[in-house]
Structure formats: structure tokens, C-alpha cells
């Protein structure tokens, strides 16, 4: 059976995680839809947990903001580019751990959980399942869950059509869809087919969100408008991500909900 813990190393261990979300204007989208939702339901004195929070991207960004977070990353590496990148002035505690395992904390300790990378990784039903309960378990009653998923046909559509031949049957079913397996590295989800699986937990549905849209799939043309331009796309952006007519093909979506 695959090593899921060596298979997720290897892939942070030679992937720049730190530049994701700023290396060009095609990641920068993700984060600004992102961001956004967020602020639409923190406050001045909430307590933040992210669990799989990379090297820091969000925690940092709220930490600096005087926000008391706690961030959870399963890669060593990614840790230590967190943990590097701390100073003083900050409320953020970092620590080693997995999402389907959040038992060194308490029932209803946070007021918002950020979910945002650990199920792009997780294959088994019930390791997804786990990961989803520990984040519910762990918010406060009222607070706000957001879990980040991958979109099948996102992943199709910028990877899948360059790999036709060698990519399928392989790594795509005849339906097209991504086969689950650990050395693919990534797993994908239908959209109501996350929303399904989310209505097994005791939680109100909020959102679901489109973070970065079609960006993938015309990532030349958004790389290439200028900041104005580009201001005016993630606008545009801002505006469609909840329609569900064209929310398939993002790259990336999150699901928000409140705890009961």
C-alpha cells in the first residue's frame, strides 16, 4: 500500500508551496476570493485554527493582523518555512499534525477552522470524512467552517487535456474523472457531490465558492492584464463564484458553513 505521508513529503519537498498563491496573477486570484469570504464572517476578537495552513500563507497574513491563530501543517518542510517567517509581534502558534486527527484540542475552541488544503490529499472516504468531522468538532457553536476542495472537472480541463493520451485511462476513469489513488497525489470532487457528503454533519450551509474560476484554463490572457485590469477580473470573479452554472471548471472552490 502507498506511503500517503512519503507521497505528500515528496511532492512539498519539490514543489515552491510558499509562491502558490503569488507567483502570477493566475495563483494571486485564489487568494483574493478567499480572503474575502473569510473577512465576511471574522471579527476583531475571533480565534482562527488552520488546519494544513502550507508555509502560512493565510495564518501569517491574519496573524499580522493581530488575530490569536493556530496553524496546523502535516509536511515538515512547509512548517518550517511557517515557523521561519514568525516574528515576535505575533499571536500564532504552528505545529506538526494531520487534519484527520485533531484531538490535542478541545470541542468548540475556535471561532472560525480553515480547511484549505488537507483534502486535496485525502483518497479514503473515511480519512475525508474524519477531516471534515475534527473541523466541525473543533469550531465553536455558530462559528464558521471553510473546506477547500478541487473541482474534477478543473483539474481536467487545465491538466487532463494535456496528457489525452498518457493521462487517460490511466489517471481518469472512462467518465473522466481523476482516479483516487495516493501516487496521484491529488483527489476531486463533484461539487454537489461534496455538498452531499457535507450534509452529514451538523452544520448550516453558507457558500459554495469558486475561488479562482477559469483562471487556469485562460491563465496567458490574466497574466497579462495589467493591475487595473486585473482588479477589474477578480471583480468579475467576486461576482460569479457562487453561481453554480459556472462553478465545474475552477481550479479550486471552498465550501462554507456554520456550525449548529
Given at each position: 500500500?502507498?506511503?500517503?505521508?512519503?507521497?505528500?513529503?515528496?511532492?512539498?519537498?519539490?514543489?515552491d508551496e510558499d509562491r502558490r498563491l503569488v507567483k502570477d496573477q493566475t495563483h494571486m486570484v485564489?487568494?483574493?476570493?478567499?480572503?474575502?469570504?473569510?473577512?465576511?464572517y471574522l471579527k476583531e476578537n475571533h480565534k482562527i485554527l488552520e488546519v494544513g495552513a502550507g508555509?502560512?500563507?493565510?495564518?501569517?497574513?491574519?496573524?499580522?493582523?493581530?488575530?490569536?491563530?493556530?496553524?496546523?501543517?502535516?509536511?515538515?518542510?512547509?512548517?518550517?518555512?511557517?515557523?521561519?517567517?514568525?516574528?515576535?509581534?505575533?499571536?500564532?502558534?504552528?505545529?506538526?499534525?494531520?487534519?484527520?486527527?485533531?484531538?490535542?484540542?478541545?470541542?468548540?475552541?475556535?471561532?472560525?477552522?480553515?480547511?484549505?488544503?488537507?483534502?486535496?490529499?485525502?483518497?479514503?472516504?473515511?480519512?475525508?470524512?474524519?477531516?471534515?468531522?475534527?473541523?466541525?468538532?473543533?469550531?465553536?457553536?455558530?462559528?464558521?467552517?471553510?473546506?477547500?476542495?478541487?473541482?474534477?472537472?478543473?483539474?481536467?480541463?487545465?491538466?487532463?487535456?494535456?496528457?489525452?493520451?498518457?493521462?487517460?485511462?490511466?489517471?481518469?476513469?472512462?467518465?473522466?474523472?481523476?482516479?483516487?489513488?495516493?501516487?496521484?497525489?491529488?483527489?476531486?470532487?463533484?461539487?454537489?457531490?461534496?455538498?452531499?457528503?457535507?450534509?452529514?454533519?451538523?452544520?448550516?450551509?453558507?457558500?459554495?465558492?469558486a475561488t479562482d474560476g477559469l483562471v487556469n484554463i485562460m491563465s496567458e490572457k490574466i497574466n497579462?492584464?495589467?493591475?487595473?485590469?486585473?482588479?477589474?477580473?477578480?471583480?468579475?470573479?467576486?461576482?460569479?463564484?457562487?453561481?453554480?452554472?459556472?462553478?465545474?471548471?475552477?481550479?479550486?472552490?471552498?465550501?462554507?458553513?456554520?456550525?449548529?
Amino acid at each position: 500500500m502507498a506511503d500517503r505521508n512519503k507521497i505528500i513529503d515528496d511532492y512539498y519537498n519539490n514543489y515552491d508551496e510558499d509562491r502558490r498563491l503569488v507567483k502570477d496573477q493566475t495563483h494571486m486570484v485564489e487568494f483574493e476570493v478567499t480572503t474575502k469570504y473569510i473577512e465576511k464572517y471574522l471579527k476583531e476578537n475571533h480565534k482562527i485554527l488552520e488546519v494544513g495552513a502550507g508555509t502560512g500563507r493565510y495564518s501569517l497574513y491574519y496573524a499580522n493582523r493581530g488575530y490569536d491563530v493556530t496553524a496546523i501543517e502535516f509536511v515538515q518542510h512547509n512548517l518550517d518555512v511557517l515557523k521561519s517567517k514568525i516574528t515576535a509581534d505575533m499571536k500564532i502558534v504552528a505545529q506538526q499534525g494531520d487534519a484527520v486527527d485533531l484531538s490535542r484540542f478541545e470541542d468548540n475552541a475556535f471561532d472560525m477552522t480553515l480547511v484549505l488544503g488537507p483534502l486535496y490529499h485525502l483518497y479514503e472516504d473515511a480519512d475525508i470524512r474524519s477531516a471534515i468531522a475534527e473541523a466541525v468538532r473543533v469550531t465553536k457553536k455558530g462559528g464558521v467552517v471553510m473546506i477547500a476542495y478541487i473541482p474534477n472537472d478543473g483539474v481536467f480541463s487545465n491538466w487532463g487535456v494535456s496528457h489525452l493520451l498518457d493521462g487517460y485511462p490511466k489517471d481518469f476513469d472512462e467518465n473522466f474523472r481523476l482516479r483516487r489513488y495516493p501516487e496521484g497525489v491529488f483527489a476531486t470532487f463533484y461539487i454537489e457531490e461534496f455538498k452531499q457528503i457535507m450534509k452529514e454533519f451538523d452544520v448550516e450551509y453558507l457558500h459554495n465558492v469558486a475561488t479562482d474560476g477559469l483562471v487556469n484554463i485562460m491563465s496567458e490572457k490574466i497574466n497579462n492584464l495589467s493591475k487595473k485590469e486585473f482588479d477589474v477580473w477578480v471583480k468579475y470573479q467576486l461576482s460569479i463564484c457562487e453561481r453554480a452554472d459556472l462553478q465545474g471548471f475552477s481550479g479550486h472552490a471552498l465550501y462554507i458553513c456554520r456550525k449548529n
